[in-house]
């Protein structure tokens, strides 16, 4: 497992963009796939996107496709999700995940997780 650290939260207006940021330990995030999920208030938590171990395939929730963008820094240990365009109903916790090489839709399939960051879209 890998600790994760999540950062870039915040309460922004719609239309807006914010970048999240999740910071891994250890030596071996090179070899984990990393998932970015959120959980709305009252709402079962969701995928959002997804990376490779590689960074070379990525994957996006439809209701985020076009807006975000993940990515992943190795040297850096770091995990992005850039949001551009944001709407109220992307208000959410957003947690990072980990799981070994291959990305993954499904929550279950990460073994670990982050503590969360809150981002708030106002109309």
């Known amino acids: 497992q890998v600790q994760l650290v999540e950062s870039g939260g915040g309460l922004v207006q719609a239309g807006d963009s914010l970048r999240l940021s999740c910071v891994a330990s250890?030596?071996?995030?090179?070899?984990?796939?990393m998932g970015w999920f959120r959980q709305a208030p009252g709402k079962e938590r969701e995928f959002v996107a997804a990376?490779?171990?590689?960074?070379?395939?990525?994957y996006y929730a439809d209701s985020v496709k076009g807006r975000f963008t993940i990515s992943r820094d190795n040297a850096k240990n770091t995990v992005y999700l850039q949001m551009h365009s944001l709407k109220p109903e992307d208000t959410a916790v957003y947690y990072c995940?980990?799981?070994?090489?291959?990305?993954?839709?499904?929550?279950?399939?990460?073994?670990?997780w982050g503590q969360g960051t809150q981002v708030t879209v106002s109309s």
């Open positions: 995940a980990a799981r070994p090489y291959i990305a993954s839709e499904r929550n279950y399939e990460y073994d670990s």
């Open positions: 250890g030596r071996t995030f090179s070899s984990h796939a």
């Open positions: 990376i490779n171990w590689t960074g070379e395939n990525t």
